[in-house]
């Protein structure tokens, strides 16, 4: 069963022209929603903590949102002041209610 029990902000990469030819990655935000955000498991990819030198791996979470929200693949989530970064493509359940994909933390932020 599905629980939409948390707001979450999907935002979108732009390209803002710099002036001088090129231009200035930057998010935009498409809006507001309520989703569930479940622990699924960590990766079996391994990031070594330069700190520590201890290899640590990164959790993944399934997001869940009503299907007519606009899920795209290069978005990011906010969720409780933290970014996350979708790792799959966006899929619509059997039931066709709702759209759901994977996300981890993003270790380093533009913003």
Sequence with gaps: MVRL???VILQTKIHIPDGQGGFETS???????????????????ENKNEEC????????????????????GNM???WSGNFYQLVSYPVVDPTKQWISALAQPMESLNV
């Design 27 to 45: 998010w935009s935000t498409v809006g507001q929603y309520w989703a569930e955000m479940k622990f699924i498991s960590f990766g079996s990819k």
């Design 76 to 78: 990011r989530i906010k």
């Design 53 to 72: 030198g201890k290899k640590l791996a990164k959790p993944y979470y399934r997001l869940t949102l009503r299907r007519q929200v606009p899920l795209k």
């Design 5 to 7: 029990s948390e707001r």
